[in-house]
């Protein structure tokens, strides 16, 4: 009885010893923002990127609902610095991002940046997803493990104002005033 008890934690143990050694560590992370918006406003996305320090190239494709956002601009991040950026819109709803630096991302952080343009109603979200992407290695150009992290557009209400909220405040209590003093004026 004892020897299968040994035989069958060595056995676990090696598979599990060889299953770890097969799975690869992500050396880099690509996250992408979540974002409020109101209906018909603007809003941006930030994807930043983590343990980037030996990455010379990225390309990436972006999928979200155009029935709530559509895609308005880009513009690279602090990270992407010296960096070549395209950007393809290849349907309503589907981008396609490349990104090559000669030498390598220096700094860790933003990325990049998508505008979108808010289609959607209050309540709609869509998310902002990587249906696929790509690492490479800035002098080998062997794709590097790498672990994507999706966001998210939220349409959310654009809400009363202070200064509005303020005005009506004003409007109602001048109102009951002016209601309280006619009332007591009849009473007189």
Known sequence: MCKR???????????TVGISAWAVKAEVLLTVGTTRASAGESTQVDITVGGAAKV?????ALRFDPAVARFAAFEPGPAAN????????????????????????????????????????VGDQTAVRVSAANAYHHETFIDLPLATVDGEINVVGGGISWPTMG???????????????????KRQ
Request: negative net charge; aromatic residues 6%.
């Open 167 to 185: 005005i009506g405040v004003v409007v109602v209590i001048l109102l009951v005033l002016f209601v309280v003093l006619r009332w007591r004026s």
């Open 5 to 15: 008890i040994t035989l069958v934690i060595l056995l676990i143990a090696s598979v």
């Open 56 to 60: 010379g190239a990225f390309d990436l």
């Open 82 to 121: 010296g960096a070549l950026v395209m950007v393809n819109e290849i349907a309503p709803g589907r981008l396609l991002i490349a990104l090559a630096v000669s030498e390598g991302l220096k700094n860790e952080g933003v990325l990049m940046r998508v505008a979108f343009e808010i289609a959607g109603e």
